[in-house]
């Protein structure tokens, strides 16, 4: 690769190589006080490239590639590099990651006790985790959660938040002073803009939380809370897992006890604000 940028997020290293220079110098702005990875060796290898030489320069199209590959995703136009570097470091991720349990949650800290907000795309969860880390909460994740199976505890990983579309305005305005990256219009997913984790969060990455509460957010519907039995959570996180079933047995007891020791409850909500004063008050009553 021509141009490359290493870093590490919370106890992941990555080595991300591009054929062209705007990606990086991106990506390096905005993760530029993140520490390199340990020993100077990353985890995962991101690759971007030019499935054909000549897309380099004509109609620039970019292939994500790594130590772990799908044969089969589309490439990103050039301007979608940024995008590209995120997905890239999901797929490693998604694929390669065999210490922690994954769970495609996003998730904040207050006191040392973690918040895992889970649920299907559109839920709201990276919009949420941004409001409240406007509100002073630490931001722990927007993408996965990383659960030890050693100790119970979640570990950061303070990406970029991916914000989509309506979401973008609204952080806009709670965080005017949030470094964000540039808006990347019409992507697979709509408008997409990411937003740098405040320094607080970035210089906590290294301090693992208690996880003490699980909520299935979901938007668009009349303010409602309700429990949610330790049977339909399992199910629903081994859904938003994307390696339990290669963990096996570890995979299978760390859940089994976030389950047994975590409570969980589902939050409809019909806007930001609403769902916002519903977490703080449901966590006020669970401190």
Known sequence: MRHVFQLRIGPVGFRVGADWREPIETLAALYDDYPKPHDGIPDFSVRLFAARRWRRWVRPSITIGGDYVLPDAAPLPLPLGLLAAEMGMNLQMALGQRRYLLLHAATVARDGRALLMTGVSGAGKSTLAALLMARGWRLMGDEFALLDPATGLVHGFPRLVSLKNQAIGVVEQALP??????????????????LKPDAASVAAMDVPAQPAAILFPSFGHAPDVRPVPPA??????????????????????????????VPAQAIDYPDTQTAVEMVERLWEQAA
């Open 177 to 194: 002073a949030g470094r964000f990256g540039p808006l990347q219009p019409d992507t697979p997913k709509g408008d997409i803009r990411h």
């Open 232 to 261: 339909e959570t399992f199910v629903r996180l081994t859904q938003a897992s994307t390696n339990y079933v290669g963990l096996g047995e570890r995979g299978f007891d760390a859940l089994t006890h976030l389950v047994a020791t």
